[in-house]
Structures are given as C-alpha cells and as structure tokens.
T-cell receptor, first 112, second 116 residues
Framework: GQQLNQSPQSMFIQEGEDVSMNCTSS?????WLWYKQEPGEGPVLLIA?????ELTSNGRLTAQFGITRKDSFLNISASIPSDVGIYFC????????????FGGGTRLMVKP | DTGVSQNPRHKITKRGQNVTFRCDPI?????LYWYRQTLGQGPEFLTY????????KSRLLSDRFSAERPKGSFSTLEIQRTEQGDSAMYLC??????????????FGSGTRLTVV
C-alpha cells in the first residue's frame, strides 16, 4: 500500500542531542500528523498540523507543515531516554473519512 | 473512559483457521477505523465505520476479511482461512465526527496476530 517517505529509518543518539526527521510525499495532504509508538502499543498523537507553513510546538517537539503541502518535519530538542520509540508521520487528504496514510517510521534510540 | 480497547492482545492461529478480533472504541466516538501494521512498517488503512455503516474499504481488505459494527458501538474484524501473510498487528482507532479541526484518532493497543 502507499506510504509516505520518512527518513531517517533509524537514529541512535546521545541523551541531550537534538533530533530531526522528515516526511515527504508525491501528493498533497491537507493535514499532517506526527505519532509516537512504543513496543506493543498503538500510535499516540504528538502534533497535528493544518496549514501550509504552520510551525507547531508541543514541549520539546516542534513540527512544520511544508509550504508545498507535500512534506513535514519533526524536531525533538534535548532528547531524553524516554523519547525512545518509533515516530510516524501521517497525512490526511480530508474528505468524508479522514483516512490516514502513514510513513514507514523513524526508530529513535537514545543513549544515556 | 478507558480509551480504545482491543481484545485479544495476542492471537496465534494455524493457517486456515478463522479468527475474530474485537474493538471497543471511546464511548462517545461515532467513527471507528481498522488499520493493519506489519513489522517495520507504518499502519495501513483497512476500513472505517460511521456509527453502524461501513463507509470505506481498502483494496487491502480481501474477501476473507469482514468487519462489522452492528450497533454502532463495538466492532469485530474477522479473518477467514488465515494465511501466513495475515500475520500483523491489527489496530483499531476511533474519533468523533464532524470535528472542526481533524485531530487524528485515538488508537488502541492492537491485536498481534501470528499465523503459523
């Protein structure tokens, strides 16, 4: 099935470092979402973006909705061990059902 | 409210057997979604309901798959004659519609199916 192109696939960083990951698509989305998933659990919403160019923060997390509406990035500042998990971008074209198309995920590992 | 609840959490079945999963959404949510997630991939949309009506089905949902939401509350997903390729995490999610700003869904913890 179609998925968004998410990079990098994995990151292994030192505690305290900043992290950046991004997501691109060949088509336009009206809403971009970023989720975090921990082992054995479902994805949990971190940030939702609704307008091209929008920059939104949630604590140490900052995400941007690309101007072309075909990309988004997520930054995590001053990483801590509990940031470990898989981060997924997801796009919605809106419409009746708001179905989501997900990226392949970025696995983040943080070394204390 | 305990969030979206899925049962069972894990299911191991032999190839060819039928399996059924249950999802209990957040009580006031009228939309319910099923997604499938294979190892190392993001979730992929399968189907969704608004109240009891099934409004969209993905091409991923073969004839062996059927989903119901008979009273607009809980939902079941049945897979008949399971194949090894059906091994995956099956995620249920719910949301309240209409919403002025789509705020994503609330996902359950999933049912992990292993077909041996």
């Amino acid at each position: 099935g179609q998925q968004l192109n998410q990079s990098p696939q994995s990151m292994f960083i030192q505690e305290g470092e900043d992290v950046s990951m991004n997501c691109t698509s060949s088509s336009i989305f009206n809403t971009w979402l970023w989720y975090k998933q921990e082992p054995g659990e479902g994805p949990v919403l971190l940030i939702a973006l609704y307008k091209a160019g929008e920059l939104t923060s949630n604590g140490r997390l900052t995400a941007q909705f690309g101007i072309t509406r075909k990309d988004s990035f997520l930054n995590i500042s001053a990483s801590i061990p509990s940031d470990v998990g898989i981060y997924f971008c997801a796009g919605s074209r809106g419409g009746a059902g708001n179905m989501l198309t997900f990226g392949g995920g970025t696995r983040l590992m943080v070394k204390p | 409210d305990t969030g979206v609840s899925q049962n069972p959490r894990h299911k191991i079945t032999k190839r060819g057997q039928n399996v059924t999963f249950r999802c209990d959404p957040i009580s006031e949510h009228n939309r319910l979604y099923w997604y499938r997630q294979t190892l190392g991939q993001g979730p992929e949309f399968l189907t969704y309901f608004q109240n009891e009506a099934q409004l969209e089905k993905s091409r991923l949902l073969s004839d062996r798959f059927s989903a119901e939401r008979p009273k607009g509350s809980f939902s079941t997903l049945e897979i008949q004659r399971t194949e090894q390729g059906d091994s995956a995490m099956y995620l249920c999610a719910s949301s309240l519609a209409p919403d002025l700003n789509f705020n994503g869904y609330t996902f359950g913890s999933g049912t992990r199916l292993t077909v041996v």
